[in-house]
């Protein structure tokens, strides 16, 4: 029993230690708050982390959440009392709730110079844009054999609806992963009425081997072998002829073409002012970091003039779709109850 | 002051602060909350499915319990013992590792999946077989315990008067393990209508949310708080009802004398046997064998694809937060069965025993909400100091800490404290020299309950995990959800050896009691 008693209060000191050590540091440090992926060894924050610790001497705390969307809601939680300088992984299915917050302010205009044009989150310049990729289903050819090659021969309604091709696909949850939710919005902007957007999805769940909360639960499912397609990025690909050398994951490309998604970066209102914004933005959209993000976030970076590495070179660039913005919050809500409805009635 | 009086203070002070408090200010919000806007977004299959694939679920696991309690009494084959311990080992697997392990067996690409390629995995299959691996075995052990203590004389009357073997049973020993079985039914169906991981990984979408899921989506991703509240509501309301059939204590039992030993079915006599046999381990294997076999195999290649500087802070902080746990419910679990023995007022007795059983019939997400809501201005500080997590936990693990202690302590004699009176010892004296070294042995078994408890639980943990830290069972389900599913093998594994070690712990204590 002593050795237990003991033990707790070597852990309870330690942890008052530390606490004490990280007050005293914060107001030398940078907070961000982020989704997972974008943590851990190599990654992209990985990379931000060390460059900014050694170009300012400050500290970067990177706090991960399973979503974008649960660290933008710990911000609404925290409120005024929030951690958070930054919120790092913004896409435009949570654009419009960040906004709605008004917890955030508006990047300044300089870090928008370098940038390429088309890839933005909004006029208002709320969020600085630092990757975007463009939405694809994935598939190993090794397990799936199309009578004929489908790419750039169909449109997704045809692909979707077409009894030969799809028996095992995974697709993200939208009520959970701003993946699934803008794959939803691309379904609804092609099909262009309710009735034909129901008709669509009716159609697509028998095909559907599950539907994953999340990305990476999602492609690992696939990698898994659990499903023959997965809703992911084109430059899931170039991850594969990068890391793995292995050359069967192909990209399914449709003539009607794809969506961007595009992540960005928020300054939260109650950091203001911080003189760790401007390094920490700086580093973000710089020529240094930009050239990392293709191959940690396996995604374009969004900096105008970044040379890509060999393995996104290969990749074909699909047309793109643009998704308006004009969707607010409660028809977010409303869209993704009337899909849950549907996928609820499925046979 | 009297050990009773502060036995009593320790215990309703946690209690109100941590439980009642948080819960009933949890019920006064959602009364005030509940309007037909907010329940207009609540579908009603969602309470329907809840509670539908909870019953399955139970039924199913009750069938399966059943029959595996009544051929491991009624005859003797190979591995029987191998039988019964792997039974008992299930009910304390995370909820993760066994996820991960059904995958690897039965899903689409699994070792078996890929032999029945026409069955898909995800949805209620998947659901169904992890919620029947994990509660088969609450029924295998308290049927098994009745039939072994069950008086069996009408059996045999019955029997001697022609009735079939059949009719008997479910004539005569059913209506006798009607007590046993439906505690075990409420115990299961409680588990089955709170369960969070399996649901989210196994489901599949909207389709197989549970009200589980929804009051987490409505916090962590909606962050529609009154609506996790009517569903924290409603959640509440089943559990209470199933918690109608649910006894903390056991079943009377025989006394030595009366207890009759002997088979009445004797399957070894009707060539039963080979049926019974080939029956019970071809389920075994199938349901339970396999899955750990597997997560093992494929463990020890994860296992060395980890990287030692990222193990060693989910394994500290799991650590550190099970010793905290552990300490923490033992301590509330001693007083509230040092005031369970020694309160003269039947009231008290009850209360206390019904206080320590509520657990049961709140889930995780019920706990953390309603404490996120008391707490808000101090969310913070909880998230900080792991104290929602350590809150969560020791409510969950304080019904089997305090069945385990206020059974110890029900067995202490009364003529041991008359002669301990007799001597002029005090109630302070008798607490530390008598009472303490007696039930020590629980003590301990209480303290490993708790820890194997809180290092498998990853719920709450979810809920207020903070500063990127983590533990070990919250990297693993990290580690799912991020497709390292060879990694989340190898943590699986370490948690899995984890478990195996308290359970050794927790069978030779219970063995020394």
Known sequence: ?347 | MKPLYLASSIFFAFIIVCLLFPVFHLVWLGVQSINVETLGLIPLRLVWFTCLQALISAVLSGVLGISFALACYETDFWGKKLIIRFSEVTFFLPTLLVTLALIGVWGNRGWLGQMFPWLNFYGWFAVLLAHIFFNYSVFFKNVGQSLKEMDRTEEKIALSLGATKWTTFCKVSLVKLRSSILQSFSIVFLYCSASFFVVLILGGGPRFSTLETAIYQAIKVDLNIPLAVCLAMIQICICLLAQVFYNPQSPPRLSAESRHSERVYNLNSDGLRKFVFWGVWIVSALLVLIPVINLVVSGLGGFFKLDVSDLFQPLLLSFIVGVQVSLLTSFIALSAAYIHKHTNLPWVRRTVSFICTLPVALSTMVFGLSLILVLSTSLQWMQDKWVGVIIVQTLSALPMSFRILSESFSKLEQEIYRSAESLGTGKFQQLFLLEIPAVKKSIALAMATSFGISIGEAGAVLLFESQGKTTLSLWLFKLIGKYQFEEAQGVGLILLLFMLLIFTMKEKWENLR
């Open chain 1, 1 to 347: 029993m002593s050795f237990w008693i003991l033990a707790l209060f070597f852990c309870c000191g330690r942890e008052a230690l530390s606490d004490s050590v990280q007050s005293a540091e914060k107001s030398e440090s940078l907070t961000v708050y982020t989704y997972d992926a974008m943590t851990g060894k190599n990654s992209l924050g990985d990379k931000l982390k060390r460059d900014f610790e050694k170009n300012t001497g400050a500290k970067l705390n990177l706090v991960s959440f399973g979503s974008v969307g649960e660290a933008l809601n710990q911000i609404v939680i925290e409120g005024k009392k929030t951690r958070a300088d930054v919120l790092l992984g913004i896409d435009s299915s949570f654009a419009n709730r960040a906004r709605s917050t008004q917890l955030f302010v508006k990047v300044p205009e300089k870090y928008f110079s370098e940038l390429q044009p088309s890839i933005d989150l909004g006029k208002d310049h709320l969020f600085l844009p630092f990757d975007y990729g463009y939405l694809a289903f994935i598939y190993n050819i090794q397990r799936v054999k199309f009578k004929s090659d489908p790419s750039n021969e169909t449109t997704l309604s045809q692909f979707i609806n077409s009894p030969e091709n799809l028996k095992r696909v995974v697709i993200e949850d939208p009520r959970t992963s701003s993946l699934g939710f803008t794959f939803l919005r691309w379904t609804q902007e092609i099909t262009k009425s309710e009735d034909n957007l129901k008709t669509l999805w009716k159609s697509f769940f028998p095909k559907l081997v599950t539907i994953a909360p999340s990305w990476s639960g999602a492609y690992g499912l696939f990698l898994k072998g659990e499903a023959d397609l997965v809703l992911s990025y084109s430059t899931s690909r170039a991850y594969h002829l990068e890391k793995e050398h292995r050359s069967q994951f192909e990209i399914l490309f449709f003539k009607d073409g794809h969506p961007l998604q595009v992540e960005g970066a928020a300054i939260v209102k109650h950091t203001i002012p911080s003189k760790w914004i401007d390094p920490f933005l700086n580093l973000l959209v710089g020529s240094e970091v930009q050239s990392q993000v293709p191959t940690t976030q396996w995604m374009y970076p969004a900096r105008k003039g970044i040379v890509l590495p060999a393995s996104f070179k290969e990749l074909p660039v699909p047309k793109s779709i643009f998704l308006s913005d004009d969707f607010t919050e409660l028809d977010r809500k409303a869209l993704i109850q009337r899909w849950s409805e549907w996928v609820v009635s499925s046979p």
